[in-house]
């Protein structure tokens, strides 16, 4: 089972690109590499989903290195609506094992 | 196309008592999941249905909750009795597809439980 270690708290400014990085150092060949973001009061909400390279949609991107060990979600020009909390977890392609959600890492915009 | 739907948003009831939250899924999910949400942390599952299967129920304590999710659609989770370290959201989600797709889960809104 692939431990995933991101930071635990960003700050950022509006406008600004938002860059949150997640070690998975142990990541398993099939493993799939998905994000979720869980605003106060609200169950979380899947953001984006990749096993390698990039993956973007309209609302973030995901990178990949080659090595898997880590993944990287990015949020370009992010407003105070996106402060909210990001996270990184790894799941096998069967489906099988449920996902397992960790603290996450808390991002604050600031005006 | 309506979201996960979850009742009550809010419960407070004394310790001891019983208690249950109503749960429906996105319709066509064929997968219905329960988790718990403590303060600050990110969400523990509790139990995962496909269908009307309850396929992970490890993490569930099934000395006091309960589970049932009849004809594959509505699901309710029971705590019985309730203890103070119950208090908690109680988030339900629901995903449709096998591998990878079940991974997009969509969340309901949680039901807000406060035992005292």
């Known amino acids: 089972l692939a431990k995933t270690t991101q930071p635990i708290s960003m700050d950022s400014y509006e406008g600004q690109e938002v860059n949150i990085t997640c070690s998975h150092n142990n990541i398993a060949t099939n493993d799939y590499i998905t994000w979720y973001q869980q605003f106060p009061s609200q169950g979380p909400r899947f953001i984006i989903q990749g096993y390698k390279t990039k993956v973007t949609n309209e609302v973030a991107s995901l990178f990949i290195p080659a090595d898997r060990k880590s993944s990287t979600l990015s949020l370009p020009r992010v407003s105070l609506s996106d402060t909210a909390v990001y996270y990184c977890l790894v799941g096998e392609e069967t489906g099988r094992r449920a996902l397992t959600f960790g603290s996450g890492t808390r991002l604050q915009v600031q005006p | 196309e309506a979201g996960v739907v979850q009742s009550p948003r809010y419960k407070i009831i004394e310790k001891k008592q019983p208690v249950a939250f109503w749960c429906n899924p996105i319709?066509?999910?064929?997968?219905l999941y329960w988790y718990l949400q403590n303060l600050g942390q990110g969400p523990e599952l509790l139990i995962r249905?496909?269908?009307?299967?309850?396929?992970?129920d490890s993490q569930l304590p099934k000395d006091r909750f309960s589970a049932e999710r009849l004809k594959g659609v509505d699901s309710t989770l029971k705590i019985q009795p309730a203890e103070l370290g119950d208090s908690a959201v109680y988030l339900c989600?629901?995903?449709f597809g096998r591998g990878v797709r079940s991974y997009e889960q969509y969340f309901g809104p949680g039901t807000r439980l406060t035992v005292t």
């Open positions: 249905y496909e269908n009307e299967e309850a396929v992970d």
């Open positions: 989600a629901s995903s």
């Open positions: 319709s066509g999910h064929n997968t």
